[in-house]
């Protein structure tokens, strides 16, 4: 069955480091990869997405993902990290002509001064 | 433009009882969507609406749940008689076009069944 799979639940990086937050689908055919953030407090925002064409997405505040279907992965990364983007990310896959569509259960990003 | 609202934003219920949950989307979105975020679960995907219609409702948990699209716009999320599992947060979302579109998600009703 289609799913996705974000290994690590909870992160912590210092302000300054880089982070990559892991993202992989189980399902072969041609995925349509999410990522979206939810803060303390509010709603679901998307990051960033990949339908078709260069892997290498490029998202708000600074994220970036890179698709590598021979990894089914999906990675979000981000090269400095600001005490802001302490949140929950979610990856998430949908397929055309599918109709549901699939979330990660979320990795927690802890942000040390 | 107005995002997704939904309402109410906190439901208190005692078991067994009838709730009903409403989504309104953004203006001019055909696809709705509902899901279910348990206490540090992810997102469950519950239903999908192309306009009016769900081409599959096979998400939804139990025959317990059901929902609605009226005039391609307001939808509501029925749950007759409430269990305690059912306390979460119910998440709407809308999009332009249908999956799998970007969707763009409301503050969502927390339901707390008692």
């Known amino acids: 069955a289609q799913s996705v799979t974000q290994p690590d639940i909870h992160i912590t990086v210092s302000e300054g480091a880089s982070l990559e937050l892991r993202c992989n689908y189980s399902y072969g055919a041609t995925p349509y990869l999410f990522w979206y953030v939810q803060s303390p407090g509010q709603g679901l925002q998307l990051l960033l997405k990949y339908f078709s064409g260069d892997t290498l997405v490029q998202g708000i505040k600074g994220f970036e993902a890179e698709f590598k279907r021979s990894q089914s992965s999906f990675n979000l990364r981000k090269p400095s990290v600001h005490w802001s983007d302490a949140a929950e990310y979610f990856c998430a896959v949908g397929y055309y002509n599918f109709n549901k569509f699939y979330f990660g259960s979320g990795t927690k990003l802890n942000v040390k001064p | 433009g107005a995002g997704v609202s939904q309402s109410p934003s906190n439901k208190v219920t005692e078991k067994g009882k009838d709730v009903e949950l409403r989504c309104d989307p953004i203006s001019g979105h055909t696809a709705l969507y509902w899901y279910r975020q348990s206490l540090g679960q992810g997102l469950e995907f519950l239903i999908y609406?192309?306009?009016?219609?769900?081409?599959?409702k096979s998400g939804l948990p139990s025959d317990r749940f059901s929902a609605e699209r009226t005039g391609g716009s307001v939808s509501t999320l029925t749950i007759q008689r409430t269990q305690q599992e059912d306390s979460a947060v119910y998440l709407c979302?809308?999009?332009?076009?249908?999956?799998?579109?970007?969707?763009?998600f409301g503050p969502g009703t927390r339901l707390t069944v008692l």
């Open positions: 979302a809308s999009s332009l076009g249908p999956l799998p579109d970007t969707q763009y």
């Open positions: 609406f192309q306009g009016n219609s769900a081409p599959d």
